[in-house]
């Protein structure tokens, strides 16, 4: 089945040690976005890519930055994690803006 | 910000009650979307009502939306134990730009 896959589904981390997490697609969708979800919280969207353009939101700490390398993959890479940046990442794709999201399971970030 | 807000912010029904949510927003809309997510997984989409339509139906779920007070419902007829979640709107402001924005959730509780 066509799905968005993301791994981990947990990841641990030590205070300001880098963490790396991804995301891959078989829906061959052209967007795809990250979202940070803090506990009983609305999704928050960090960043999006239409293909390989590269869509920053205003309010995203550059403590945040992406990769989008093919269609498939995208990667979210937090350089020096803080203990505010525990959460559920999620990573959704849709085949154009602004229509129906499809969302991976999420990988939830423990910083320690 | 375009963040909608829901109402409630929890529910608890019997089952077999039907469940309403409430859903406002504050600027112009392409489409008002629904998504439910299950406790620590990603989000799923239900239904994507645009701005044009005024009610749309899908199984036991029926959302109407009325643009000229910026609100939408989300109505589940019959519920089930499984419907137990968190459920979202979203909306796709009408600049064209990719984005969803998500309000706050209501977490519905079905009791068995």
């Known amino acids: 089945d066509a799905m968005v896959i993301q791994n981990p589904r947990y990841q641990v981390t030590q205070f300001g040690k880098p963490v790396t997490l991804s995301c891959s697609q078989t829906l061959n969708h052209n967007v795809m976005y990250w979202y940070q979800q803090k506990s009983s919280q609305a999704p928050k969207l960090l960043f999006h890519?239409?293909?390989?353009?590269?869509?920053n939101e205003a309010d995203t700490p550059d403590n945040f930055q992406s990769r989008r390398p093919n269609t498939s993959f995208c990667f979210l890479d937090i350089r020096s994690p803080g203990l505010g940046d525990a959460a559920m990442y999620l990573c959704?794709?849709?085949?154009?803006?602004?229509?129906?999201?499809?969302f991976g399971p999420g990988t939830r970030l423990l910083v320690l | 910000s375009q963040q909608g807000e829901e109402d409630p912010q929890a529910l608890s029904i019997q089952e077999g009650e039907n469940a309403t949510m409430n859903c406002s927003y504050k600027t112009s809309i392409n489409n008002l979307q629904w998504y439910r997510q299950n406790s620590g997984r990603g989000l799923v989409h239900l239904i994507l009502i645009r701005s044009n339509e005024r009610e749309k139906h899908s199984g036991r779920l029926r959302v109407t939306l009325d643009t000229s007070k910026k609100s939408s419902s989300l109505l589940i007829t019959a519920s089930r134990a499984a419907d137990t979640a968190s459920y979202f709107c979203a909306t796709e402001g009408n600049f064209g730009n990719e984005k969803l924005t998500f309000g706050t959730g209501t977490r519905l509780t079905i009791i068995p």
């Open positions: 890519y239409y293909d390989k353009d590269f869509n």
């Open positions: 959704a794709t849709s085949t154009h803006g602004g229509e129906t999201q499809y």
